[in-house]
């Protein structure tokens, strides 16, 4: 049961740390460098490669929250019944929230542009398609970053944790 912790620990950190990667290098320095050349288009050109990179994090945030989920059960024996339990509720929100940032958000996301035709750039920061896209923003990085602190919490409740109730819902 160990190994499987470990492992558990393990595809948990490297997700967050891809996370991480994704929101604090990626995403600003695609933007960063498209809108440096002064293109008319920077942002819908940058925008679809951050698009396309959050499609990655979020479904493997959903496949690795669910597989997750699933060895938590194996596992629940290893833990107290609140260790265990808040770690269920840590992995369903790490599944839901990513699966919610890439059906959901991303989607309706995807669908805005699209009605933009490729021409965010040109659309008016007051207009309401542009205004819901900015809007949707903001749900997507809230969806991650949900997901992101979930996964770290559940990391720390393995670590400290380890077989034993939680020391603060101990009575």
Request: glycine share 8%.
């Amino acid at each position: 049961m160990a190994v499987i912790n470990y492992l558990r620990i393990s595809l948990l950190s490297a997700w967050i740390g891809t996370a991480v990667y994704f929101s604090a290098v990626v995403a600003p320095n695609v933007f960063g460098v498209l809108r440096s050349f002064g293109l008319t288009n920077a942002n819908e050109i940058a925008g679809t490669i951050v698009t396309r990179t959050l499609s990655v994090v979020n479904i493997s945030g959903f496949i690795l929250g669910l597989l997750l989920l699933i060895l938590t059960l194996a596992l629940r024996k290893r833990y107290g019944r609140p260790s265990f339990v808040v770690q269920l509720v840590l992995m369903i929100i790490v599944a839901g929230a990513t699966g919610l940032g890439e059906w959901v958000i991303a989607a309706r996301m995807r669908l805005l542009r699209a009605a933009m035709h490729g021409q965010i750039d040109q659309v008016a920061p007051t207009d309401p398609a542009h205004m819901a896209f900015a809007a949707l923003h903001g749900y997507s990085v809230a969806a991650l970053g949900t997901a992101m602190m979930a996964a770290i919490l559940v990391i720390l409740l393995m670590i400290s944790s380890r077989g034993k109730e939680i020391p603060f819902l101990k009575k």
